[in-house]
């Protein structure tokens, strides 16, 4: 039975990062799992959304034509995906003319059956930017540019979306999974019970996009267009409807309102279900171009490699909710369950198997209750997988990990391995098969989550066929044969030493970022090289004198500011607020000489009016060190 899954198909005018990697390698290893589950032929489609203002508008700041800036920016998504190693069908780019002619397809099946007609739009648009505006009343500002937006009318061709409201809230109530997670299909309820109104889905005054044949000069509104990528993609193939679309939250009404009342008016099957997983935060906000909160998949498959990265993001935030991501928590969760978890796992039992059978898989015995364990683990972790529950799935194999250790411990092969009593070589057996059987299961298990390191440790433990070939109904106790030769081994998860690694990433993320924005053609950030140089007039301007501290206190509520009288050879002290307090206390600094800016503009600190500025030095705004002098000088002299 096939399967066929799609991702989003991403703008082009941002290039990838890992907020786009995250949906990509969740199909990637939903994939795999399907394959697993025996099902075949897995296809799964992906690409990249290349009409709209916008993606002029992006290609015009990089001086390019919009098809070589699309044709740039698609084939960067490509590397990237071919980087992370995830397997990918079809990469769909909806400027290619098979996806024109599906799009004007599905349009024509949506006229005929009485579901578009010509009506004339009125809303608001900003003139200068080309751009109209939702939700927008008349004279509210553009979003773009700021300038008051024009009311126009405009003759659009509409969708009949509100012929549709009781048809979907059908759809929901018969299919109950079709919107994945409950709090997403929820809030589409109450979205399309509040009404649904007709949708312009053509415009005439953008050129960038896919003309209505024979309609000139209408064009495609892009979301028209690009939803329809995921029919498109696998045209003839045999493969729609679609099993899955597995989305980001925030363009989950496209997906579950607008895409099924498309296909119903064509008259064509609905996707199976939709499942619409939370954002990837950094810095407590999603990642975006304008944020400036941006990480990038390279820096951390080139220092860690992907199967770290596919790890932490599958294990770390929960599937469908919102999750942080950190260097610090990538590089702990890899130390804690890679490294220490499964690797070590892997090198201890496979070690053992060497030094105590000279690397031949031993015969089996009863196994304690290591079998029933990954018995059960089989069928927790398929379940779990199933209903996108990553992290629960995980959990379990971990389970399994650490019973396993804990038996390896209590048996302590070691010592049967000296043992003198009858039974030890036959337990030392079954010690050894049992590790070797559960590591084999956990490997498996593993496959879709690690593709690249279960390879190793599958290669590392002998087994004859590939291991994307192994399924679900293989997997059961007692598959690992004895007698089996063990490869050679070696580590597959090194520690990774936290500030090193955090630093490179930091490093190769700077890089990357700048070979993203030639890529988007931007010009690259100054670099900041200090302040700038100026010329001695600049700072003869500065009043720097030699001040005596007479009084010192510390300022009421504020650990680091100090109120203090200083004489400056004016007859009459002057008052200065500093921050200063938490290195120095009154006595330290009463009859104290310092250096004083004398001809700063006052300013209030705490209510104090501050007559002046201290000079201190300080480490990347550490504890400050106050300048002083080595010999004696009068109060008042002038610093030059
Ligand atoms: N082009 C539309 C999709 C059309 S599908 C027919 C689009 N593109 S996008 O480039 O903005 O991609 C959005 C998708 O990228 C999200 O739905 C999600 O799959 C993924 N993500 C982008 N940033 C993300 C995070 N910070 N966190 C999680 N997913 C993110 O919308």
Redesign the pocket.
Same mark, same amino acid.
């Given at each position: 039975m096939k399967y066929y899954l799609t /991702?989003?198909? +991403? +703008?082009v005018n !941002?290039a990838p #990062?890992?907020? #786009?990697a +995250? /949906?990509t390698i969740v199909a990637d290893l939903y994939k795999r799992f399907k394959s697993m589950q025996g099902y075949e032929p897995v296809v799964l489609t992906t690409g990249s959304?290349e009409h709209g203002v916008n993606v002029e508008r992006s290609a015009e700041r990089a001086g390019k034509s919009p098809r070589e800036f699309t044709d740039a920016v698609a084939a960067e998504f490509q590397r990237q995906w071919q980087m992370l190693g995830l397997q990918i069908d079809h990469f769909q780019r909806t400027t290619s003319p098979q996806h024109a002619r599906v799009v004007n397809d599905l349009f024509r099946r949506c006229r005929d059956n009485d579901y578009v007609y010509k009506g004339s739009y009125t809303g608001q648009y900003c003139i200068f930017d080309n751009l109209y505006v939702n939700d927008a009343k008349p004279g509210d500002p553009c979003p773009d540019c700021g300038r008051p937006t024009e009311t126009i009318t405009e003759e659009n061709f509409f969708f009949k979306l509100s012929a549709f409201q009781e048809k979907l809230l059908q759809l929901y109530e018969s299919q109950p999974d079709f919107i994945q997670p409950e709090t997403r299909r929820n809030e589409v309820i109450s979205f399309v019970k509040n009404g649904l109104t007709d949708l312009s889905i053509t415009r005439t005054n953008i050129k960038w996009g896919i003309p209505v044949d024979g309609e000139a000069p209408h064009i495609f509104y892009v *979301?028209f267009d !690009? %939803?329809i !990528? +995921?029919t498109s993609a696998v045209d003839g193939e045999n493969l729609w409807p679609a099993d899955l679309h597995?989305?980001?939250?925030?363009?989950v009404r496209?997906?579950a309102i607008y895409w099924p009342a498309f296909l119903m008016a064509a008259g064509l099957e609905l996707p199976g279900r939709i499942y619409a #997983?939370? *954002? %990837? %935060?950094?810095e407590n906000d999603?990642?975006?171009k304008s944020r400036g909160n941006i990480v990038r998949s390279e820096p951390i498959q080139k220092v860690m490699g992907a199967d770290a990265l596919r790890y932490f993001l599958l294990r770390e935030v929960v599937f469908g909710q919102d999750g942080s991501f950190s260097y610090d928590a990538l590089i702990g969760r890899y130390n804690s369950d890679l490294a220490n978890g499964l690797g070590n796992l892997a090198s201890r039992t496979l070690t053992m198997v060497n030094q105590y059978r000279k690397g031949e898989i031993p015969a089996a015995g009863e196994g304690g209750s290591i079998a029933p364990l990954a018995a059960q683990t089989i069928r927790t972790a398929q379940s779990a997988f199933d209903n996108f529950d990553f992290s629960k799935g995980l959990e379990a194999i971990w389970g399994l990990i650490s019973a396993v250790d804990k038996f390896i411990v209590e048996r302590a092969p070691w010592k049967l391995a000296r043992g003198t009593e009858p039974d030890a070589p036959a337990q030392l057996n079954d010690t050894l098969y049992t590790a070797a059987e559960a590591l084999r299961v956990v490997t498996a298990l593993l496959y879709p989550v690690l593709p690249e390191s279960t390879r190793k440790i599958w290669a590392q433990l002998g087994m004859p066929e590939p291991i994307e070939s192994v399924r679900f109904a293989s997997l059961a106790w007692g598959g690992l044969q004895a007698g089996q030769k063990i490869g050679e081994i070696s580590g597959v998860f090194p520690r990774i030493e936290l500030k090193p690694a955090v630093d490179k990433m930091r490093e190769l993320e700077a890089e990357v970022t700048a070979a993203q924005h030639v890529l988007m053609g931007k010009k690259p950030e100054p670099v900041p090289e200090g302040p700038p140089k100026i010329a001695i007039d600049d700072f003869l301007k500065v009043d720097l004198r030699v001040g005596l501290v007479l009084t010192a206190e510390p300022v009421k509520n504020s650990n680091k500011l100090m109120h203090m009288t200083v004489d400056i050879g004016e007859g009459q002290p002057r008052t200065i607020v500093a921050g200063i307090a938490e290195a120095y206390g009154p006595s330290a600094l009463i009859g104290r000489k310092v250096a004083i800016v004398a001809n700063l503009q006052p300013r209030k600190l705490k209510g104090i009016e501050s007559n002046g500025m201290i000079v201190a030095a300080s480490v990347n705004d550490g504890k400050p060190v106050l300048a002083g002098f080595l010999e004696d000088i009068p109060v008042g002299a002038r610093l030059k």
């Open positions: /991702t989003p198909i +991403y +703008y !941002a #990062h890992i907020g #786009h +995250y /949906t959304d *979301w !690009a %939803l !990528a +995921y597995l989305i980001g939250k925030e363009i496209f997906h #997983h939370g *954002w %990837l %935060l950094f999603k990642m975006s």
